[in-house]
């Protein structure tokens, strides 16, 4: 049988003389790592400095071979001019200088990558120490907070970039739009010049005594257009609904002739009257209905009729309405034309007063050829009375007014010939002169 073994024990002092063994140690292994620390971050300076010593020794090696070669180079040129092994010494030394910095910039740069590291190096020892002491949260977080900071502003400058971009881009929008508003602007006031220009002539050339003819608006056209428009669509929709009430009133005579009796089960256009509908309800009530049910129909259908009253009462006052306020139009448009001395300052049918520029054209058309027509037999007549004796004139005087008087006929008959329009656009005339004189 195997025994086991016993547990090692020690005593109080020899544990207190491990610990302090354990202290010792560890201290001197501190000491010794900042010691290595040191070292590392001296070597670094020595060799940096070892580093800026190489880049002189190389800049005085190349100055003097420079100054050399210029020695060599130039000795028989003047003194005072500068010569091209000059310039081209000057360059190399340039470029020297330039990989001089280079090298320079590198080794910068990889001091910089080696001091990443470290520092990186630095915080993984850190976070481990940390986490070994029982703080790895607050470090976790603290380190997560820093990274998202960074990314938000990284996010923020290229929010930064795109709307500088975008401010610029509407700049270019606004000086096109600027450039287009000034082309349309100086477009605008030519056309404003020809139009006046083009009105300022028609009015001149207008006789001194006829009374001076008022200007068509072109807007003034375009909304007279509009309200005929809405005035025909108004119309078509009167149209309608007189035809619905006509042929309402038409099944109603059918339904008189025939002499049915009324029952509320009937189509779709049935019509019945107040007395009609008052004596079906006594009869109806008289009958085998509930008292109820009849009074409450009775007392619904009663409302109705009431209110049916009301509204044609309320229509019958907005007809009145409509009336008075056409009236007081009509007083301010004669004030208006009191006021302008008898002339309209705004017209208010323009396409009026195109037909009637349109009649007067056609009546100057007619006076053109009816004096046409008398200058050409009297230019006859001159020609003949040069040729013939003056026994003869009096005969060609007496044929001439006879071929005046003839031709006179055929010229009344051009002038008497007008512009045959069909039908329908005839009535449409007809209709809006008429409409025209009732506003006016």
């Known amino acids: 049988m195997f025994t086991k073994p016993n547990k090692v024990q020690f005593q109080d002092q020899q544990l207190d003389d491990y610990v302090l063994e354990n202290s010792v140690l560890k201290s001197k292994l501190q000491s010794k790592i900042d010691a290595l ?47 091209g092994s000059e310039i081209l010494a000057k360059t190399k030394e340039h470029n020297n200088m330039l990989k001089l910095e280079v090298e320079m910039l590198r080794s910068n740069l990889e001091e910089a990558n080696g001091d990443i590291i470290a520092l990186r190096n630095q915080f993984k020892k850190e976070q481990n120490y940390e986490e070994f002491n029982g703080n790895k949260r607050l470090c976790l977080t603290s380190r997560n907070d ?38 349309y602007k100086n477009k605008v006031q030519r056309l404003n010049q020809q139009i006046s220009y083009i009105l300022n002539n028609r009015t001149k050339s207008q006789a001194e005594n006829d009374t001076p003819k008022p200007i068509v608006d072109i807007d003034a056209i375009l909304t007279e257009n509009k309200y005929l428009h809405e005035r025909i669509t108004q119309l078509q929709v009167e149209k309608e609904i ?43 009530s008289k009958t085998g209905l509930k008292r109820n049910s009849a009074a409450e129909l009775k007392s619904l ?47 208010s049918f323009p396409s009026q007063m195109l037909i009637e520029e349109l009649l007067d054209a056609g009546s100057v058309k007619s006076a053109e050829c009816r004096e046409k027509s008398e200058r050409e037999p ?63």
């Not at 006052?317 to 002339?343: F, M, P, V, Y």
């Not at 002038?415 to 809006?432: D, G, R, T, Y």
């Open 37 to 83: 620390s040191i070292m590392s971050k001296e070597l670094d300076k020595c060799s940096m400095e070892r580093d800026r010593f190489k880049i002189l020794v190389e800049q005085l090696k190349c100055k003097k071979v420079l100054q050399e070669n210029t020695n060599s180079w130039d000795r028989f040129a003047p003194t005072n001019t500068i010569s």
């Open 146 to 183: 820093y990274e998202q900071l960074v990314q938000e502003l990284e996010k923020v400058k290229k929010k930064y970039q795109q709307i500088q971009l975008d401010y610029r881009a509407t700049l270019d929008d606004k000086e096109e739009l600027v450039s287009d508003r000034d082309y």
């Open 242 to 284: 007189v035809k619905r009430t006509l042929t309402k009133y038409k099944f109603l005579l059918d339904n008189k002739s025939k002499n049915e009796t009324w029952n509320l089960k009937k189509g779709y256009a049935d019509v019945m009257t107040q007395k009609q509908v008052r004596e079906y309800l006594e009869i109806n």
């Open 301 to 347: 259908c009663l409302g109705l009729f009431e209110a049916l009253n009301d509204k044609s009462i309320a229509l019958q006052h907005q007809r009145r309405t409509n009336q008075i306020l056409a009236n007081r139009i009509t007083e301010l448009e004669k004030t208006l034309e009191s006021w302008c001395n008898g002339e309209k300052c705004i017209p």
């Open 378 to 440: 009297l230019e006859n007549l001159t020609n003949k009375i040069t040729s013939d004796s003056e026994d003869e004139i009096s005969k060609g005087n007496d044929d001439s007014s006879v071929d005046l008087n003839h031709e006179n006929g055929s010229g009344d008959s051009r002038s008497l010939k007008k512009i045959v329009l069909p039908q329908e656009l005839e009535e449409l005339v007809k209709e809006a002169l008429a409409e025209i004189k009732s506003v006016q």
